[in-house]
């Protein structure tokens, strides 16, 4: 009777850290469907590391790294924020929502 109680906990346990891994899941990925792009005074204070308002090939990363060239229309070699306003806004792509039966 003793060893039944506790394989029944062991078994309770499991599925409710089950249960607990899935919902944890499921509300990561709706905060990422929800996530807002960075405004382009938060891009400055993440990636402007000299703080001289403007941002160097090096400084940068991910699609600003990719569009460089795109987004400084002077070619002096920096993104300003008034470059970067007036840059085209990448096209995020997202297929129809899937749902799992």
Same mark, same amino acid.
Request: proline letters at 6%; one cysteine or more.
């Given at each position: ?42 891009? *400055?204070?993440?990636? $402007?590391?000299?703080? !001289?308002?403007?941002?160097?090939? %090096? #400084?940068?990363?991910?699609?600003? +790294?990719?569009? *460089?060239?795109?987004? $400084?229309?002077?070619e !002096?070699?920096?993104?300003?924020k %008034? #470059?970067?306003?007036?840059?085209? +806004? ?12």
């Amino acid at each position: 009777m003793k060893s039944k109680t506790i394989k029944l906990g062991l078994v309770l346990s499991f599925i409710a850290l089950m249960m607990s891994c899935k919902s944890n899941a499921q509300s990561d990925t709706e905060e990422k469907e929800h996530h807002q792009p960075p405004s382009i005074e938060e891009i *400055f204070k993440m990636m $402007d590391d000299n703080n !001289d308002n403007k941002l160097a090939k %090096e #400084e940068v990363r991910g699609p600003l +790294k990719r569009d *460089f060239l795109k987004i $400084d229309t002077d070619e !002096d070699g920096f993104i300003t924020k %008034e #470059e970067l306003e007036k840059a085209p +806004k990448p096209n995020h792509r997202r297929g129809p929502k899937q749902t799992h039966d």
